[in-house]
């Protein structure tokens, strides 16, 4: 699916929840422990809400207690783009799904090994496929 198939707005609203359009498209975050997968550890791998791509495997994901999915680490390193974000009076890093555009969360560098990431990611943003 190319990003082009969906660069309208009204089709992203007509396709995507409230919440899912607020977080994806307008890059709201969703309120702590209240996400889908925040306490989820099945085995599977998290799919792009917006798109389909895999973004993440559940043998990276670690508890972060911080009450969002924390992974270590994407799917793959060309799935996931990192931009600068200065927003709310912070210096953060935005990951965004390469494939959409859409946001996904944030990067910092507090992660466990191997890697010392910790991408912390919107339930809204990814989909479980479970194993
Ligand atoms: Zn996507």
């Not at 989820?40 to 495997?57: A, H, I, K, M």
């Not at 910092?108 to 194993?131: E, H, Q, V, W």
Request: glycine share 10%.
């Amino acid at each position: 699916m190319s990003e082009s198939e969906f660069k309208d707005e009204a089709q992203w609203a007509e396709k995507l929840t409230p919440e899912q359009y607020r977080v994806l498209r307008q890059k709201d975050t969703e309120r702590p422990f209240t996400g889908e997968y925040w306490n989820e550890f099945s085995d599977g791998t998290y799919l792009c809400r917006g798109c389909g791509e895999p973004l993440f495997l559940s043998d990276t994901k670690f508890d972060a207690g911080c009450g969002w999915p924390s992974f270590f680490q994407p799917a793959t390193e060309d799935v996931i783009k990192e931009i600068h974000d200065s927003s709310h009076g912070m210096q953060r890093t935005e990951v965004v799904c390469r494939n959409c555009g859409g946001h996904l969360g944030h990067v910092f560098n507090d992660g466990p090994a191997p890697t010392g990431l910790r991408y912390c990611i919107n339930s809204a943003s990814i989909d479980l496929k479970k194993k």
